[in-house]
């Protein structure tokens, strides 16, 4: 739980992060909630001894990059929503369609240089979308923002520099503690400490340093998804291309990534997963993922 917590906090902001400020806190509550309902339902569904469900980094990145192409396409930031929601429930039905036709076999064929070239791919792709965050920036060209030092935040430089630090020092002076974890308070004490110098940090109306407080909304959560799926034009061709194909694209990724880890952990245990009932689990796990956390970071938000 302490090792996911960091993860589930950051891909939830960098996903929900390009609708608005005001959405990035919705972001991590969403992360959050997601992380916790996946981690149980896979386990109990899934089977695999040792296999830990916890948010996926490259289906962070893919659904990042689709949150912002339909925003500068003019998109509504509530219809993204209910298209992020979709294509996640999808992702997971598309899962459970593949452990149904037995289709896990085939991960065996799946060359490791194809998997890992498309993981540095994406670990590329996340570090320059946080680069921005960095340096204390809620947005931007990436090549303004490097090439413009008078605009950094010297602030955000000093937390973010104090939390790259510790976790890769810690391990070297405390092992009973995960450094990811240490790394998240020491950044957090550090801003702490600069805002007690300077009170203006904890302002958090148009504070680009931290991510803010979820806005207030009326109504439970049914009632807001609903009025999302109204405003949602499903019918037409449109439909296959923003919602469909973004959904099987992350039901494969997702899939590749999960039975790679179960690959890994039969080497570790020598013992053999079922990759089928691995995907059943997975699958049923992202798709009530994407409907829960939907539905219950409303309700916390109010």
């Given amino acids: 739980m302490l090792l996911v917590l960091p993860a589930a906090l ?45 948010p996926c980094a490259p289906a962070a990145a893919v659904l990042a990059a ?20 979709l294509i996640g429930m999808l992702a997971g039905l598309f899962q459970v369609l593949f452990g149904l036709l037995r289709w896990g076999r085939l991960i065996k064929y799946m060359p490791y240089p194809v998997v890992s070239g498309y993981l540095s791919g994406v670990g590329l792709l996340i570090i320059f979308s946080q680069l921005p965050k960095f340096l204390g920036l809620k947005a931007g060209d990436l090549k303004s923002v490097l090439f413009q030092p008078l605009i950094w935040h010297w602030q955000s430089l000093l937390v973010g520099s104090i939390t790259v630090m510790t976790m890769l020092w810690a391990s070297r002076l405390i092992r009973m503690i995960p450094p990811v974890i240490l790394a998240l308070i020491s950044g957090l004490v550090s801003y702490q400490i600069l805002a007690a110098l300077d009170p203006a940090l904890r302002r958090l109306q148009g504070n680009p340093l931290i991510v803010g407080l979820p806005p207030l909304t009326e109504g439970n959560g049914l009632q807001s998804l609903w009025l999302r799926w109204q405003a949602f034009q499903m019918p037409g061709p449109e439909f296959l291309q923003t919602v469909l194909v973004p959904a099987l694209t992350l039901a494969v990724l997702l899939s590749i990534d999960t039975l790679k880890t179960c690959l890994i952990l039969d080497a570790l245990t020598r013992r053999r997963h079922d990759s089928n009932r691995e995907l059943l689990g997975q699958g049923l796990g992202n798709f009530l993922t994407a409907l829960l956390a939907r539905i219950s970071h409303k309700q916390i938000s109010r």
Avoid: K
Wanted: proline letters at 5%; charged letters at 5%; zero cysteines.
């Fill in 66 to 85: 689709l949150t912002l192409e339909r925003m500068q396409l003019g998109h509504e930031p509530l219809v993204i929503l209910l298209q992020l929601t």
């Fill in 10 to 54: 950051a891909f939830g902001v960098t996903v929900f992060a390009p609708l608005g400020p005001d959405y990035a806190a919705q972001g991590a509550f969403a992360g959050m909630l997601g992380a916790a309902v996946l981690g149980l339902l896979a386990a109990l569904l899934g089977g695999t001894q040792g296999l830990i469900s916890a």
